[in-house]
């Protein structure tokens, strides 16, 4: 309990940290996004123009510590500004949307990539220099050392645009509404398979890898002799004792890989159009849209956390030696 | 095991009992690269029921390997090459896989050398006491709490540690419990393998009384691995010294510190103080175990032995009876010897 009281206190200050940075960051660079364009348009815009535009930007001459105060209190009220690219669509809104694409793809991918990963790591760590074991490692790290983008766009020009068992883009058939209908959630999932697809087989091959050689340490281990010695089952045995103790060192790097896979899931949601965080977020760069670019990278910093608090409580369940400290 | 046929033997012709464990020409190969390591290189012995074997000898000779060959524990690169291991009518090493993994714990269970690894880090103690029971179909899940209850009183761990994870018990009760979870299903025989190795004396000496009081309660036999000689002076009945994966002498306890009759024995007894005797400088013996690789020619104690002669170096002493009850293999006792 007091661990997770002080984990959580972590967590505040390094959301209020990312809020902050956020922030500042920007207002130290030089000059500001009105200006910037001003400059691009080679005064063909009014000054008049500029100072709307630095108004929808929400840049404000006030001091920078009343500023910082306004945006707090905006960000909690959820009001991020208003998107130019999208405009007026709020940002908040915006990334709303974008957020649950994100969650649906790098949720699904990601999970099947570590279960199966994991899964194959214990089978070809049991059975060593059996078929899985010999076979597969060097196929996954072959097919994962692809640069994903080459990987992603062979898939789509084949399976989607040559042979059409695939659509070409976006997460579920145009004009169809979203409800939660049959209708709607099929061609959700089969807009799905390709994208989740190319990345759980470029992901895999690292999961199996290192889930493989914690459990071949693992399984020379004494209590997995013994557990042997006790006559349980070779399920028993494999699971209970050798991989629910392999799979903490492999919770930590899982962890720390969170952090790489929302800003990972970019490429993907580009050669696919999947309209996600990571599209928009080449959509906001192309546009000069900085509210919603300072909102996207809010959120994403904001996802990771929460992962990784989950990451965290996920440990205090599995490692019982945790809980005492 | 006694079968109704043998019973009815036994009664009848008043025979002597059939021996619990019958080990033959026991051999354990470890697969190197550089070729095989001939771990346990031709071991046999019996223990009957109620005795208590000690297998004694430097690390390394082999001695907690042939207890892992009992199990059929053995981790590769080790492989059993040959020899018979039965128990009662049954060759354990030519078990299937069911009737081995029904055969383990039920009928040979084993307290493993260092309790801080042999318990499951991430599962209750009382989990893993509750799991051989539940394994071996002996009783339902709530019988099965009860009686690891009933298992952790029995080696002095309050009841109520059923929940504790084993880092929150010390050294000396993580070594009861390994001890209570051998205990779970009652097996006429257990092996232990060095279990006070890594406790300080005082725990060491609590632990070994415990065991014997266990032994006398319960009756189990037990095959007493360590190499601390002094350690086998009360429990045991008989010891088997193991030098370099061979029995060089099997006497009674008694025998083996009174009268040792090899000079690897007798140099092993010198290794260690007397607490009640005259002070006395401590001999050892000269020289460093041999490499399996390539074991020493004839006898293997050769390159250390003070007795050692010519022909020694070219014929292998065989295990023989030189007294009533007392083997030796060892060309001071043989005709070999004698003629030299």
Avoid at chain 1, 103 to 130: D, E, H, P, T, Y
Avoid at chain 2, 193 to 204: H, N, S
Wanted: glycine share 8%.
């Amino acid at each position: 309990m007091n661990f997770i009281l002080r984990r959580l206190g972590f967590y505040l200050v390094a959301a209020w940290a990312s809020l902050t940075l956020n922030f500042f960051l920007p207002r130290f660079m030089p000059g500001d996004p009105a200006t910037a364009l001003f400059a691009r348009m080679q005064g063909r815009i009014q000054a008049e123009q500029i100072q709307t535009m630095r108004e929808a930007y929400g840049v404000s001459d006030d001091p920078l510590w009343q500023q910082y105060g306004a945006y707090l209190v905006n960000i909690f009220r959820g009001d991020f500004g208003v998107s130019i690219s999208y405009f007026p669509t709020a940002v908040f809104d915006v990334v709303r949307s974008g957020f649950v694409w994100t969650i649906v793809l790098v949720g699904v991918s990601l999970v099947l990539s570590v279960l199966i990963g994991n899964i194959l790591g214990v089978m070809g760590a049991w059975k060593r220099n059996g078929f899985v074991d010999s076979v597969l490692p060097p196929l996954l790290m072959f097919v994962g050392s692809f640069p994903f983008f080459f990987l992603a766009s062979v898939a789509l020009f084949f399976l989607s645009f040559e042979w059409g068992w695939f659509p070409l883009r976006h997460a579920y058939t145009d004009g169809l509404a979203p409800a939660w209908s049959w209708e709607f959630i099929r061609s959700v999932l089969y807009h799905l398979v390709l994208p989740a697809a190319t990345s759980i087989v470029v992901a895999i091959g690292g999961w199996m890898l290192g889930m493989r050689n914690t459990m071949i340490s693992t399984l020379a281990e004494d209590y997995v002799t013994m557990a042997e010695a006790k006559g349980l089952s070779q399920r028993r045995v494999m699971f209970n004792y050798a991989a629910r103790n392999a799979l903490l060192p492999n919770l930590t790097a899982f962890g720390m890989a969170l952090g790489f896979v929302i800003s990972g899931n970019l490429l993907v949601e580009i050669v696919f159009a999947y309209p996600g965080l990571g599209y928009q977020l080449l959509t906001a760069v192309n546009n000069l849209d900085y509210p919603l670019m300072q909102g996207l990278f809010l959120m994403i910093t904001f996802a990771v956390l929460a992962a990784n608090l989950v990451v965290d409580l996920l440990y205090v369940r599995l490692d019982p030696r945790v809980r005492a400290g | 095991m006694a079968t109704p046929s043998s019973r009815l033997r036994e009664s009848e012709h008043n025979y002597p009992a059939e021996p619990l464990l019958r080990v033959r020409d026991l051999h354990v190969h470890y697969l190197t690269p550089r070729g095989p390591v001939r771990a346990v290189d031709g071991v046999s012995f019996d223990i009957s029921r109620g005795e208590v074997l000690g297998l004694a000898g430097e690390s390394g000779c082999g001695k907690s390997t042939v207890a892992q060959a009992l199990l059929r524990i053995l981790q590769p690169p080790a492989v059993i090459t040959g020899g018979e291991v039965h128990f009662g009518d049954r060759d354990i090493l030519e078990m299937s896989d069911d009737e081995l993994a029904r055969f383990r714990w039920k009928d040979v269970s084993m307290v493993f050398q260092s309790a801080m690894n042999a318990l499951n880090p991430v599962i209750t103690v009382g989990e893993q006491i509750e799991d051989v029971i539940i394994a071996h179909g002996a009783m339902g899940k709530l019988e099965a709490r009860q009686r690891a209850a009933d298992l952790l009183d029995i080696v002095g761990i309050e009841r109520n540690r059923l929940d504790a994870y084993p880092h929150q018990l010390s050294g000396g009760m993580r070594q009861r419990a390994v001890i209570a979870i051998a205990l779970a299903l009652n097996p006429p025989l257990m092996i232990m393998d060095e279990p006070t190795t890594a406790l300080d004396v005082v725990v060491q000496k609590e632990i070994m009384s415990q065991i014997d009081e266990l032994k006398r309660q319960l009756g189990f036999s037990i095959l007493f691995i360590t190499h601390d000689l002094s350690l086998l002076v009360e429990i045991s009945t008989r010891i088997a010294i193991m030098y370099a994966g061979q029995i060089v002498e099997l006497a009674s306890a008694r025998d083996i510190f009174e009268r040792p009759l090899h000079p690897y024995t007798q140099g092993l007894m010198s290794s260690f103080p007397s607490l009640t005797g005259q002070t006395e400088a401590l001999t050892g013996i000269p020289g460093a175990p041999p490499n399996l690789l390539q074991p020493p020619s004839g006898c293997r104690f050769h390159p250390r032995c003070q007795h050692c002669k010519p022909i020694f170096t070219k014929i292998v002493p065989p295990l023989v009876e030189v007294e009533r009850d007392h083997w030796v293999a060892c060309h001071l006792y043989t005709d070999v010897g004698v003629r030299a």
